[in-house]
Nanobody, 127 residues
Framework: QVQLVESGGGLVQAGGSLRLSCAASERTLSNYVMAWFRQAPGKAREFVGAISWSGANTDYADSVKGRFTISRDNAKNTQYLQMNSLKPEDTAVYYC????????????????????WGQGTQVTVSS
């Protein structure tokens, strides 16, 4: 059973930056695809971005492309979400997710593809 713990959320002004971390309990994450999702108040949870096992492949939602960057350090069992040029509409609870696998397949944007989730971390962007 993989346990994921997010950290790094907080309150930031529009235009600012935050870096979220997701630490895993598993001995190695090298055979897991990792992703970030977010859920704003009153809205469904949505895909933010995903990264393949090696970090060679990433993909992002259009709403964050060019502003957010996902990376991972398998030696530290940790993935990161660097968020720049934050906007008030980025306000949400951010969740880390993982599933066993190596590559971004046809379903990596779907919540149901992931069977391991963190508890979430709140990100609030003030205008």
């Amino acid at each position: 059973q993989v346990q994921l713990v997010e950290s790094g959320g907080g309150l930031v002004q529009a235009g600012g930056s935050l870096r979220l971390s997701c630490a895993a309990s598993e001995r190695t994450l090298s055979n897991y695809v990792m992703a970030w999702f977010r859920q704003a108040p009153g809205k469904a949870r949505e895909f933010v971005g995903a990264i393949s096992w090696s970090g060679a492949n990433t993909d992002y939602a259009d709403s964050v492309k060019g502003r957010f960057t996902i990376s991972r350090d398998n030696a530290k069992n940790t993935q990161y979400l660097q968020m720049n040029s934050l906007k008030p509409e980025d306000t949400a609870v951010y969740y880390c997710a993982a599933h066993q696998g190596y590559y971004l397949d046809s379903y990596y944007r779907r919540e149901t593809r992931y069977n391991y989730w963190g508890q979430g971390t709140q990100v609030t962007v003030s205008s």
